[in-house]
């Protein structure tokens, strides 16, 4: 990160905010819809976040820590959008995938749609921690930095997270009732 740039934006240059801003936007949304994982709230999470880092950007103390500082920032909005009520609407939209598709039939659909639906069980708190410690590849202190917990809760939420989703992965494997008895 440029802090020469995050010094101009807290003196008051849009130019240079809007740099950041750019350069931030798509990180954000693709945090916050892992977070989320609804593209709405997402977008919304995104968008107060920006709103939220142009507000308090004067404040920061620390231009060299504007990243963890931004990402603290996201991961609030998230819990905001996270916690307020929507009507229900169907969330089926394609989500393109990070990595390329190697086609081996039905099972990695499968494979996909168990993991999301496990994800989707897990609380924001532990969303969070993974997808900020696996998606962003952050280690753990940097990962409690940004969420606002101490290192030890960081380490906590991680593997109870894990723990659910082996969980749900393991669940959703087992047959059931009906299957079991025929």
């Known amino acids: 990160m440029d802090t020469d740039l995050v010094v101009r934006a807290q003196h008051g240059d849009k130019d240079a905010f809007g740099i950041l801003a750019t350069e931030a936007a798509s990180r954000f949304f693709a945090v916050a819809r892992r977070i989320l994982r609804d593209r709405d709230l997402a977008q919304d999470a995104t968008q107060q976040a920006l709103l939220s ?52 039939g039905l099972s990695s659909i499968v494979d996909r749609d168990q993991l999301e639906a496990g994800f989707r069980r897990l609380s924001i708190d532990h969303r969070a921690v993974v997808v900020l410690h696996h998606y962003l590849d952050l280690p753990l202190d940097r990962v409690a930095d940004i969420v606002g917990i101490p290192v030890g809760t960081a380490h906590s939420r991680l593997h109870h997270a894990m723990c659910a989703l082996r969980a749900a992965l393991e669940a959703d494997l087992r047959p059931s009732v009906r299957e079991a008895a025929q």
Request: proline share 10%; net charge positive.
């Open 53 to 104: 880092t142009w507000r308090a950007l004067p404040r920061l103390s620390d231009p060299a820590r504007f990243e963890a500082w931004s990402y603290r920032l996201l991961v609030r909005a998230c819990y905001a959008e996270g916690q307020k009520e929507r009507r229900w609407a169907p969330n089926l939209r394609l989500l393109p995938m990070d990595m390329p598709v190697v086609d081996d």
